[in-house]
């Protein structure tokens, strides 16, 4: 059994940078795609920002040039440097893997973690 966990979440004002981690054991995930998504209180879960395993990367537009996913095979780690935040990207984030981006994009998941909580204030 896949046991996921997250961390790097918290509090920071407008501007601030945080950097997410996800850790994946009982699995090895170097040939899945990889990616992180959030859900607000309220609101639709939204994808962030997803790794290919040939290291292709996307960004939802309102992260894109702020945000950066990257992965460590070896690690069975994944992350998300998140620059620059505001308000809007208050919100838990959640990693997952997928056998193919087109999975991820159908969140058609294959492990995914519990979150981590990310709250900016301005």
């Known amino acids: 059994q896949v046991q996921v966990v997250e961390s790097g979440g918290g509090s920071v004002q407008t501007g601030g940078s945080l950097r997410l981690s996800c850790v994946a054991s009982?699995?090895?995930?170097?040939?899945?795609?990889m990616g992180w998504f959030r859900q607000a209180p309220g609101k639709e879960r939204e994808g962030v920002a997803a790794i290919d395993s040939d290291g292709s990367t996307s960004y939802r537009d309102s992260v894109e040039g702020r945000f950066t996913i990257s992965r460590d095979n070896a690690k069975n780690t994944l992350y998300l440097q998140m620059n620059s935040l505001n308000p809007e990207d208050t919100a838990m984030y959640y990693c997952?893997?997928?056998?193919?981006?087109?999975?991820?994009?159908?969140?058609?998941?294959?492990?995914r973690g519990q979150g981590t909580q990310v709250t900016v204030s301005s």
């Open positions: 997952a893997a997928a056998d193919s981006y087109l999975d991820y994009l159908r969140s058609e998941y294959i492990f």
């Open positions: 009982g699995d090895t995930y170097t040939n899945y795609c």
